[in-house]
């Protein structure tokens, strides 16, 4: 069993919908969470980073962390076909044998239909 | 602007010859990572570094290896390519010894066949 699972998708929704990710995980000891946006043939490129447990918004984007369920959600308000792109949750537990690395969920790709 | 770079960017290759893929950041970031994409695996961690002359395995380590010799490069060589080393490959850096270690920020990426 994977440390984080995430559904693949295709996740489509249409122009101004808000779009609903979310990742699961098994290790307690993750403490940092972070979404990673790819589009096409590019590098993923960090969107949001929340330290712990608790709510994060920056823009049209709310990251919510769960660690009681162990549950992360990534949610875009006022959906874009820009926005299309695959989404990918990541986190760390933070430990000294973990210091900077980053276990990732497989991705979900979103396609934001006009 | 700082930026991080790989090369090449497409890289069509035969089983059993040695790989080296590029990686350069202008950042001056302690930290450097390899992964590899696959459908339906996300980024798998190859080798990471956290300095000049420090190299350390990832999960998928096996048939790779990776030198540090300065601050900004941590190439990455396949010693014997295989047909299972197909794959999407990013490098990715990000500061060291804080909370903003966990803040990579990727290449690119190389797409490598093995024929």
């Known amino acids: 069993q994977k440390e984080v699972e995430q559904d693949p998708g295709p996740l489509s929704v249409p122009e101004g919908a808000i779009v609903s990710l979310n990742c699961t995980y098994s290790n307690s000891a993750f403490q940092y969470f972070m979404w990673y946006r790819q589009y096409s043939r590019k590098g993923p490129e960090l969107l949001m980073y929340t330290y712990s447990s608790g709510n994060k918004e920056d823009g049209r984007f709310t990251a919510q962390v769960d660690k009681s369920s162990k549950y992360i959600s990534l949610f875009i308000r006022d959906s874009q076909p820009s926005d299309s792109a695959t989404y990918l949750c990541?986190?760390?537990?933070?430990?000294?044998?973990?210091?900077?690395?980053?276990?990732f969920g497989a991705g979900t790709q979103v396609v934001v239909t006009p | 602007d700082a930026e991080i770079t790989q090369s090449p960017r497409h890289k069509i290759t035969e089983t059993g010859r040695q790989v080296t893929l590029a990686c350069h950041q202008t950042w001056n970031h302690n930290n450097m990572f390899w992964y590899r994409q696959d459908l339906g695996h996300g980024l798998r961690l190859i080798h990471y570094?956290?300095?000049?002359?420090?190299?350390n395995k990832g999960e998928v380590s096996d048939g790779y290896s990776v030198s540090r010799s300065n601050t900004e490069d941590l190439p990455l060589t396949l010693e014997s390519a295989a047909s299972s080393q197909t794959s999407v490959y990013f490098c990715?850096?990000?500061?060291?010894?804080?909370?903003?270690?966990?803040?990579?920020?990727f290449g690119p990426g190389t797409r490598l066949t093995v024929t």
């Open positions: 570094s956290y300095g000049v002359h420090d190299t």
């Open positions: 990715a850096s990000s500061e060291g010894g804080t909370t903003s270690s966990y803040e990579q920020y």
């Open positions: 990541a986190m760390s537990a933070g430990t000294t044998d973990s210091w900077g690395k980053l276990q």
